[in-house]
């Protein structure tokens, strides 16, 4: 695969919610590298859906355990260069997992007020969740559904999603 050229990434913005997504749930034990791809995901979707807009422009690539951002690991390196995170491996349920701690508290001068609210809606929604459930959940939307495996997740999926993933609300047709 090539060099994925997308004008809409806002890479420092994409950092800036990456950091504060860590510094918010990094240190619970459930989170790791796959929760971070699935609530990245809902936040960026959630927000197209809700505003039209994208929020971080990330493009998201459909694996079989999920919806990953492209830009995750660069973005990571970054983070962990400039010594705003750690990243380490540890073992959970008998599997590796890889974790993200924050170092400091992230500056988040990118993000507006509206943007920090689906984030906070979705860190709440889903980091509770295990990688196993959160990636089960990831494969029931629609974007996700609708994409062939390997291929970039189209935003504008968003608008055929069922009930269970919609976050906006749509006028009834009379």
Known sequence: MGEIVDIE???EKFKQVLHYIIYRCGYL???GKTVLYKILYFTDFDYYELYE????GELYRKLPLGPAPVHF?????ELEEEGKIKQFTTMRGGHEQQKFISLEEPNIDLVSGKELKVIGDDINKYSCMSATQISA????DTPYKATKDGEIINYEKVFYRDPLF????????D
């Open 53 to 56: 807009e994208k929020l971080t």
């Open 137 to 140: 959940l990831s494969h029931r």
């Open 73 to 77: 690991e660069e973005v990571i390196k």
């Open 166 to 173: 919609s976050v906006r609300e749509y006028e009834e047709d």
């Open 29 to 31: 034990e459930n989170v």
């Open 9 to 11: 990434f806002n890479k």
